[in-house]
């Protein structure tokens, strides 16, 4: 299976340019349906706005986007470009234009939704849907910290973390990144500490710094 980028969550945020206020949405969606589905609900919710600009790319699906009513090419497509730019899908974005009385001219449009969509993707956050690998690592006290660190030098993450006679760790690695890791640990501890392989996982979680 792929990997690839998607919204993190919900993602709001908004600005004023030339007193035309600018509201950017962004939200994970599964379906086009369900893209079509958030499009028309800002629709309603925003009925006395001057536009409703959207654009949503569906992995394995539709690539669509509108101006509603804005110079051809100033809004939608704009928008659409941050998504690609962004490396996301499943992904739909509405940009809510309240016009403040001052043209923008082309050149303004373009800037102001590529702002609006740009906006909502910070907002929302990117997260990479990819094959993960679950770990099972016991591991004593004194290498417990050490154990942490290198989960996040080599790209993973602490699930669950349950602190008995032993710390019994449940960590997520990148699949790539599983068996190097079990190998630092078994270098890095002479042996004392040893993970086995649990599982796979097919899900999301947001990028990291290590990552």
Request: charged letters at 30%.
């Amino acid at each position: 299976m792929d990997e690839y980028l998607v919204p993190t969550r919900y993602g709001q945020d908004e600005f004023v340019e030339k007193k035309s206020r600018f509201i950017g949405r962004i939200w994970p969606v599964e379906t086009e349906e369900e893209a079509l589905q958030r499009i028309q609900e800002m629709k309603k919710q925003h009925y006395d706005a001057t536009h409703n600009c959207w654009a949503y790319i569906i992995r394995d699906g539709a690539v669509r986007f509108s101006d509603d009513g804005e110079p051809g090419g100033t809004a939608g497509m704009p928008m659409l470009q941050v998504l690609q730019r962004e490396e996301l899908f499943n992904v739909v974005c509405v940009v809510t234009r309240y016009f403040g009385g001052i043209l923008l001219g082309t050149g303004g449009l373009v800037r102001a939704y590529t702002k609006g969509a740009k906006i909502a993707v910070d907002a929302a956050g990117k997260s990479r849907k990819r094959i993960w690998t679950v770990l099972y690592v016991p591991c004593p006290y004194p290498f417990y910290e050490r154990v942490r660190l290198e989960t996040e030098a080599f790209g993973g993450m602490v699930r669950q973390a349950e602190f008995g006679a032993e710390v019994e760790l449940e960590l997520l690695f990148p699949e790539k990144q599983a068996k190097p890791f079990l190998d630092r640990l078994t270098d890095l501890t002479a042996g004392t500490v040893e993970g086995m392989e649990i599982g796979q996982e097919y899900r999301a979680f947001p990028e990291t710094k290590a990552e």
